[in-house]
T-cell receptor
Framework: AQSVSQHNHHVILSEAASLELGCNYS??????LFWYVQYPGQHLQLLLK??????LVKGIKGFEAEFIKSKFSFNLRKPSVQWSDTAEYFC???????????FGAGTRLTVKP | NAGVTQTPKFQVLKTGQSMTLQCAQD?????MSWYRQDPGMGLRLIHY???????DQGEVPNGYNVSRSTTEDFPLRLLSAAPSQTSVYFC??????????????FGQGTRLTVV
């Protein structure tokens, strides 16, 4: 089965700083890739997803992610973070030929005002 | 729009007790799943189902049972609760297409404490 690793456990940034969160997966076949966000006390919500086509995908709230197939990576970026982006971010992978979706351990982002 | 509904939101159990976490979705999604969320470990898949009458194990199935008698409902049963099952549980559903599972929609979660 596929697995997902997120490199950063906790990232602390000041407002207006740029953000990049790393995500790598291990699976040799075709995958669907996702980033989810979980605000404190809430459930997971989809930020963006990649199925095929342009490897640079744009999501909600100014987030984007780039799929680099050769590196098995799907890093999340935002040019300028806001205090309201404080949350936990999860990368997830679904292999097309099996049924389950696997999540990374998550990265907690703290944005200081 | 109800989406994915989980009950209860909070539960405290004694070791050895059994209980069922309920999950219902009204989006006619084929795929449903249960995850547990523990600090530093992200979400780990417990069980999943690709349709009524079909279930399968995920990463951490021990101590849990599921059934899927209808498209809408996917209850998770704890047979004999243990302190190691203290966690936050999320139910999710996804529409399946020719591209595999698309976006997962999550319930609000159940915070379970086993004492």
């Amino acid at each position: 089965a596929q697995s997902v690793s997120q490199h950063n456990h906790h990232v602390i940034l000041s407002e207006a700083a740029s953000l990049e969160l790393g995500c790598n997966y291990s699976y040799g076949g075709t995958v669907n890739l996702f980033w989810y966000v979980q605000y404190p006390g809430q459930h997971l919500q989809l930020l963006l997803k990649y199925f095929s086509g342009d490897p640079l995908v744009k999501g909600i709230k100014g987030f984007e992610a780039e799929f680099i197939k050769s590196k098995f990576s799907f890093n999340l970026r935002k040019p300028s973070v806001q205090w309201s982006d404080t949350a936990e971010y999860f990368c997830a992978v679904n292999a097309r030929n099996n049924n389950d979706m696997r999540f990374g351990a998550g990265t907690r982002l703290t944005v200081k005002p | 729009n109800a989406g994915v509904t989980q009950t209860p939101k909070f539960q405290v159990l004694k070791t050895g007790q059994s209980m069922t976490l309920q999950c219902a979705q009204d989006m006619n999604h084929e795929y449903m799943s249960w995850y547990r969320q523990d600090p530093g470990m992200g979400l780990r898949l417990i069980h999943y189902s690709v349709g009524a009458g079909i279930t399968d194990q995920g990463e951490v199935p021990n101590g849990y049972n599921v059934s899927r008698s209808t498209t809408e409902d996917f209850p998770l049963r704890l047979l004999s609760a243990a302190p190691s099952q203290t966690s936050v549980y999320f139910c999710a559903s996804s529409p399946r297409t020719g591209l595999g599972n698309t976006e997962a929609f999550f319930g609000q979660g159940t915070r379970l404490t086993v004492v």
